[in-house]
């Protein structure tokens, strides 16, 4: 039996609790910049799939707001089929949906049938090939690859990815992030608001990222990465260490700490990773809120159960922006110590960890009762 | 007796190339729905970027076995639903070619199916379509000429899970030719393209707005021919005037039936009100006649707008639609009028719907029909009728009207303008004379002229000569007239330089305003 992502009160516990507020506090953010005349709606990037959940209670707290043709043309997102693309539309229409595989568009690599469509614009007839199958879907991908680079920035940023960030069968450090990678640097571009004005550049963007923990046969070179990160605080701040052993229960090392508790090592060191990608590219997570980690048990018939970690942070552009940097120019002091603070905090906020116990379960049923109601204004059809 | 056979490659040609328009394959499939007994048809775009279409309803749905017939050989050979059968909603079968399900083809090589009846087994298919199929064809190749068949490409079964299916059919184009994207795209950044709104009736009032559709694009484009074309009711019984298509739309509303693209919920898109000219309307009652030995029926309506070109132009001329269908679009040549109507016939509008007769009249594509069929004659000659005497004679009437009024007000004002240039001038109050008085001087030769008195009251009594007796364009006639006054006026001053300067002060002033 299929999980029911949408209407799973722990899943929507951190909808409601974590992806919310963060969504308001950005808005918010926007506004406090705007002048009155350039109030510009919040551009926001999901893998909200079929139901959409995530951009309709967006819609019902009035974070989102469709243009005045009754559009959500501020939200992106992304779903395997056309299939899916389409029933997704459906429920948020005018929602600009790309259909195909994220990570494939996003690194765009080097086509091995060797047709290589080359051009500012990839959908013109092809001169050196015949119309067919494959020529035209290389020249889709294309098309969406630099579609998909035409949206960004976004002030929101939901990677929802429902799967392992590591893959075993991927070499290091693995597709998922070099896509972040990209899509990071790709936060750097300018935009024009739908009412227009000037070319603007966004000075911060929010994320939420959710993975599973594992997989369990990760490969050793992922384990020596993560490894890496957190022997690597460990070596650079000692007032670390006390800290590690008491969150840790004793243990003093980080291999042990990986044979004996993994989970614990992977909450510990995969938001390093995610911290790393985002320095590299310009960005560091804003320390005053720092990261916030929810996790949770998926438990299905006939599966194994699994464990699932959702993230939320506030993330800030580094200035003076790399453009405007000399070469080598290091890391400047504020994102130094925002990284530390960030790091400490990991190793002293414990995630919050979501129970069916510990969840008020009417008013998520309520608010979750209340999306749906939203839903049926757009497709009334849904439940059929 | 050798016989006349036609090979299955035409067939297989018309299998990639039968519409002329996104919409008209679209439509087909929409006809396909409706005949399915669907109430609602959904189709995406995926607009603004426009990587896949798919158009999906909740009818009747077809099973695995009539997939594997149409797919085996049915293409184009459907058996045709009786023309007398009743659908739900007393709906009239629309009927079809039955290679509406591959018209998505000239779009897109490849599409998913995905059916589930409401009774039997339902089914998913994968469905490719050869690439570069007409160079096959002109070569023979062997992989797609066979002895009897011709194939067109291939099909596979996907997994099915009835539970995660509505009932219905769907299908989800996978290859949409990269032309078609890129033409859709760029049409969203023409200078005049705004954002469709989701309510239809304000779309159409942005429609109404431009001179031709194709300002607004290729989206906007597919939206109005699809509305235009397809059996949905109109935003209401009053978008036309003189309850035009009150019990049309009663009954197309009788249908249920819903075509909804992109969330945006389709009626034809006609509004015509409020138009400061008014409108010359002709409502056809249903006309029913027999052409060898089959009927043809049908109703409508014929409308100018008076004095107003109709915008968009593409609402331009008469439709037919045959069992609600619109038969291509509106036809500007009014089915080849053959009278030269002027700017009256940009202000044309008009719909015939068919409710028997005139399939034979088809063309293959759907879109138009063979000029010399004798059902199609029948209804030519009727409109064309109607067209003569009762909309373009009663509309040159209303023009006239309109143009004497307009030459009236016109006349008086300019009238009470050359009374105020006089009055200004004399401080006295002036008034126009009809009693004709001629200069005796100039009586023989019976050039007009102006006679002026001064009455007791502090008046000043100007004698007009009749316009018509002035030898010159009827259009400056009124001109003459006023010039000769003020020239009298003049005359009245003792010296030869004042006269001048009078003349030319008051000529001044009268041009000044007429």
Redesign the interface.
Same mark, same amino acid.
């Given at each position: 039996m /299929?999980i029911d992502y949408e209407r799973d009160l722990l899943k929507h516990h951190v909808r409601a609790n974590a992806w919310l507020p963060l969504c308001q506090n950005r808005l918010r953010r926007i506004r406090s910049n705007d002048t009155l005349r350039q109030k510009r709606r919040l551009r926001y990037f999901t893998f909200c799939a079929v139901g959409a959940m995530d951009v309709l209670m967006l819609d019902v707290a009035k974070v989102i707001k469709p243009?005045?043709?009754?559009?959500f043309?501020t939200v992106v997102f992304f779903d395997k089929t056309?299939?899916l693309?389409?029933k997704t539309?459906?429920r948020i229409?005018?929602a600009?949906?790309?259909?195909?595989d994220f990570v494939k568009v996003v690194l765009l690599d080097d086509p091995d049938d060797g047709i290589v469509i080359a051009g500012q614009?990839?959908?013109?007839?092809q001169t050196n090939y015949?119309?067919?199958?494959r020529v035209?879907?290389r020249?889709?991908l294309v /098309?969406?690859h630099q579609?998909f680079i035409r949206q960004f920035p976004f002030d929101v940023i939901n990677l929802d990815l429902e799967e392992f960030l590591f893959k075993p069968s991927e070499t290091l450090p693995g597709r998922v992030i070099n896509a972040m990678r990209r899509v990071f640097e790709w936060q750097g571009r300018s935009f024009v608001a739908p009412q227009g004005g000037s070319e603007q550049y966004i000075d911060g963007f929010s994320l939420m990222f959710t993975t599973r923990i594992g997989p369990e046969n990760i490969s050793a070179e992922y384990l020596n990465m993560l490894r890496g990160y957190v022997d690597e605080n460990l070596r650079q701040d000692t007032t670390l260490l006390p800290l590690f052993q008491e969150r840790t229960g004793g243990i003093d090392n980080v291999a042990t700490l990986q044979q004996e508790n993994f989970e614990l090592f992977f909450l510990l060191a995969m938001p390093k990773v995610l911290s790393s990608v985002l320095i590299e590219t310009d960005w560091y997570i804003d320390p005053v809120s720092g990261i916030t980690i929810y996790e949770f048990e998926r438990t299905t018939p006939n599966v194994e159960p699994y464990r699932m970690l959702h993230l939320v942070m506030d993330v800030k552009r580094q200035l003076p922006i790399r453009n405007y940097r000399p070469p080598r120019a290091g890391l400047a002091p504020e994102v130094q110590q925002a990284y530390q603070a960030v790091v400490h905090q990991i190793f002293t906020r414990g995630e919050q960890r979501v129970t069916i116990e510990n969840i008020d379960r009417a008013r998520l049923q309520a608010h979750l009762d209340r999306i749906i109601e939203q839903r049926r204004l757009?497709c009334p059809?849904q439940d059929? | 007796m050798p016989k006349i056979l036609v090979h299955e490659k035409a067939l297989a040609h018309l299998s990639r190339g039968l519409y002329r328009s996104p919409a008209s394959a679209l439509r087909e499939l929409v006809s396909n729905s409706w005949d399915a007994n669907a109430t609602e048809v959904r189709i995406g775009t995926n607009y603004p970027l426009f990587y896949q279409l798919s158009v999906a309803d909740n009818g009747d749905g077809f099973t695995r076995k009539e997939f594997e017939k149409i797919m085996g050989g049915g293409i184009g050979n459907s058996t045709k639903r009786s023309e007398t059968e009743k659908l739900k909603y007393g709906r009239p079968v629309i009927g079809r070619l039955g290679i509406g399900m591959l018209g998505i083809a000239q779009i897109c090589g490849s599409f998913i199916v995905t059916s589930k009846p409401r009774k039997g087994q339902g089914f998913r298919a994968r469905v490719k379509l050869f690439d570069l199929l007409r160079e096959k064809l002109d070569s023979n190749d062997e992989l797609v000429i066979k002895t009897e068949e011709v194939d067109v490409g291939e099909y596979f079964w996907e997994e099915y899970d009835e539970s995660s299916v509505e009932y219905g059919t769907s299908i989800t184009s996978e290859d949409v030719h990269p032309t078609f994207i890129r033409s859709f795209q760029n049409s969203l950044k023409f200078e005049s393209f705004k954002e469709p709104p989701l309510d239809w009736e304000k779309a159409v009032k942005i429609v109404s707005g431009v001179h031709s559709l194709q300002e607004l694009g290729d989206y906007w484009r597919l939206l109005w021919e699809l509305a235009a074309s397809c059996p949905v009711p109109y935003i209401s019984d009053n978008v036309l005037p003189n309850k035009l298509i009150g019990n049309i739309n009663k009954k197309l509303k009788s249908y249920h039936f819903r075509v909804v693209i992109d969330g945006i919920d389709l009626k034809k898109p006609v509004y015509l009100k409020n138009n400061p000219g008014g409108y010359t309307t002709y409502s056809i009652e249903e006309q029913s006649k027999t052409i060898y030995g089959k009927s043809v029926d049908f109703e409508g309506y014929l409308l100018v707008q008076e004095g107003t070109q109709l915008h968009p132009d593409e609402l331009r001329g008469i439709m037919i639609r045959v069992r609600n269908i619109g038969i291509g679009y509106y036809d500007q040549t009014m089915l080849d009028y053959r009278f030269n109507e002027g700017p009256r016939s940009r202000w044309l509008t008009g719909e015939i719907y068919v409710n028997r007769g005139l399939e034979n009249a088809l063309n293959i594509d759907r879109d138009s029909f063979n000029r010399f069929h004798p059902e199609f004659r029948y209804v030519q000659e009727f409109i064309h009728e109607k067209l003569r005497s009762k909309i373009f004679a009663v509309s040159y009437r209303k023009i006239e009207e309109r143009s004497n009024k307009k030459k009236e007000t016109v006349s008086k004002t300019r009238s009470a303008h050359l009374k105020n240039v006089i009055s200004e001038h004399t401080s006295l109050k002036v008034n126009f004379s009809k009693t004709i008085t001629r200069d005796k001087s100039h009586n023989e030769t019976k050039i007009p002229s102006v006679a002026i008195r001064e009455s007791k009251s502090q008046e000043i009594i100007v004698d007009l000569p009749k316009e018509d007796t002035l030898k010159t364009k009827k259009s400056y006639r009124q001109l003459a007239v006023a010039i000769l006054a003020i020239f009298e006026i003049a005359l009245r001053e003792k010296e030869l330089p004042k006269k001048r300067e009078v003349f030319s002060e008051l000529l001044l002033k009268l041009l000044e305003e007429w």
């Open positions: /299929a243009s005045k043709a009754g559009r043309d056309n299939e693309v389409q539309q459906q229409p005018g600009i949906g790309f259909p195909g614009d990839s959908l013109l007839p015949d119309d067919d199958h035209r879907q020249q889709i /098309a969406q579609g757009y059809d059929q | -």
